[in-house]
Structure formats: structure tokens, C-alpha cells
């Protein structure tokens, strides 16, 4: 029990699709964040959620849409995605945005673009 | 802006010996923190060790340990006595106070063997 889980764990899409992730942390925490993860790259932040407000958005293509109806649940939602967005999508959560605590992350969905 | 390199993509290790993960940072700000992450196969990611960059002592965990040199922005990992299940890739990042980012560096993919 990892207390931040992602669905789907595979996702295989065409361009014109529209489909979305889902994260839930059973931590407590307020604070979650989007990360893109691709191969020989760093992690990339994509989007912070602080309190259910958004408060960063890494200058993200509008065919990613996020969405956190409450402190425990966070959306991505897809449409008309690219082939360069094949990429692991890892979900983390913290107590809170700011501060020392470290993130806690999901086991990520793993998105692939036909 | 701050910046993590870890100069190792790759690294290998026999079962019981030791091994030493490089980890360079910058950034501007007085008050931040140093996180390595273990990333295995099931892809979660999970962490290692944090330390405080206004602590002088080394963090350890248990067969993990650090060596952070704060003039120099070094911030390396050793793990004793190497099990197998510390294959995985490893990622050192970097938590600023004001930012509250978490900046990664590329990852270190170990390998234990036999």
C-alpha cells in the first residue's frame, strides 16, 4: 500500500482520444502534483495543486487538463495528445506545498500515444 | 533556478560490497532540502534519505548514508552492503523553501549482482 494510487496503470491511446488519469493519496496530505517522467530526461513537474488550487503550471500543453475536486483526488485529463507524450505520468502528494516534507509518489501510469 | 546532475547513468555492484552515487546541485537559496529516491522495476517511487541543508551531520538510514558537502554542492549516496533488491534507478532532488520544487537530476540506473 503505497497511500497514493493511480489508475490506470497502462494506457494506450490514439491521437484523437480523450481519456483521463487518476490519483488518490490516503495521507492526509493538501499539497499533489503531476510529473511527466520520459527516458533519460529528469522528472518534469507539470502541475501543483495546494488546498484544492491550482498553483503551478509548468507551462503545460492545454491537451493536458487537470482537475482536483478535493485534497485526495487529482485529474489528468487527455485529449488529442502527441506521440511525444508517451511518457510515464506519476502522481505524489505532500502534506502541503511548502515546507520540508518530502513527496510521496504513486506507481504512475504508464501512457502510451499511437 | 537550481539544477541536480547526477554524472553516473549507470552503475554496478556486487551483493554485500559497497557503492557511492554522485549527486551535484545548485541553487541560490540558503534554506533547502536533498532527497535521494529509489525508483525499482514496479516504478513507485520511494525514498531513500532526505538532510537538511542547515544540518552539518550526514543523514543515514539503516545500510544508507550520505556525504553532503555544502560548499561544494555535493550530496552523494552510499549504500553498505548491497542487496540485490537495491536494484533500481536512483534519483537525487533538490526542495527549495521559496520555490517549493522539487528539481531531480537524471538518475543513476544500479545494479547488484551476484
Known amino acids: 500500500e503505497t497511500g497514493v494510487t493511480q489508475t490506470p496503470r497502462h494506457l494506450v491511446m490514439g491521437m484523437t482520444n480523450k481519456k483521463s488519469l487518476k490519483c488518490e493519496q490516503h495521507?492526509?496530505?493538501?499539497?499533489m502534483y503531476w510529473y511527466k517522467q520520459s527516458a533519460k530526461k529528469p522528472l518534469e513537474l507539470m502541475f501543483v495543486y495546494n488546498f484544492k488550487e491550482q498553483t503551478e503550471n509548468n507551462s503545460v500543453p492545454s491537451r493536458f487538463s487537470p482537475e482536483c475536486p478535493n485534497s485526495s483526488h487529482l485529474f489528468l485529463h487527455l485529449h488529442t495528445l502527441q506521440p511525444e507524450d508517451s511518457a510515464l505520468y506519476l502522481c505524489?502528494?505532500?502534506?502541503?506545498?511548502?515546507?520540508?516534507?518530502?513527496?510521496?509518489f504513486g506507481d504512475g501510469t504508464r501512457l502510451s500515444i499511437l | 533556478a537550481q539544477t541536480v546532475t547526477q554524472s553516473q547513468p549507470e552503475m554496478s555492484v556486487q551483493e554485500a560490497e559497497t557503492v557511492t552515487l554522485s549527486c551535484t546541485y545548485d541553487t541560490s537559496e540558503s534554506n533547502y532540502y536533498l532527497f535521494w529516491y529509489k525508483q525499482p522495476p514496479s516504478r513507485q517511487m520511494i525514498l531513500v534519505i532526505r538532510q537538511e541543508a542547515y544540518k552539518q551531520q550526514n543523514a543515514t538510514e539503516n545500510r544508507f548514508s550520505v556525504n553532503f558537502q555544502k560548499a561544494a554542492k555535493s550530496f552523494s549516496l552510499k549504500i553498505s552492503d548491497s542487496q540485490l533488491g537495491d536494484t533500481a534507478m536512483y534519483f537525487c532532488?533538490?526542495?527549495?523553501?521559496?520555490?517549493?520544487?522539487?528539481?531531480f537530476g537524471t538518475g543513476t540506473r544500479l545494479q547488484v549482482t551476484l
Open positions: 495521507l492526509g496530505h493538501n499539497a
Open positions: 505524489a502528494s505532500s502534506p502541503r506545498q511548502s515546507g520540508n516534507q518530502p513527496q510521496h
Open positions: 532532488a533538490l526542495l527549495t523553501g521559496t520555490a517549493s520544487k522539487l528539481t
